[in-house]
């Protein structure tokens, strides 16, 4: 039973923290545009690469 005092808190705090990571991920655009990058290969340039 005492195992449980200390057990909840820090996987509450896991919670948080893993929470916390994705909205960042929300706010600084990692999601955003998720195919653009994998299709962007498969167009050709106009303009050849120097």
């Known amino acids: ?3 449980y005092f200390y057990l909840i808190p ?3 705090l896991l ?3 893993g929470l916390g990571a994705f909205l960042w991920c929300l ?3 990692q999601y955003d545009d998720l195919d653009g990058a994998a299709e ?3 167009y050709d340039e106009d303009t050849p690469a120097r």
């Open 27 to 29: 706010r600084t655009g």
């Open 1 to 3: 039973m005492s195992d």
């Open 40 to 42: 962007r290969i498969l």
């Open 15 to 17: 919670g948080l923290a």
């Open 10 to 12: 820090i996987s509450l």
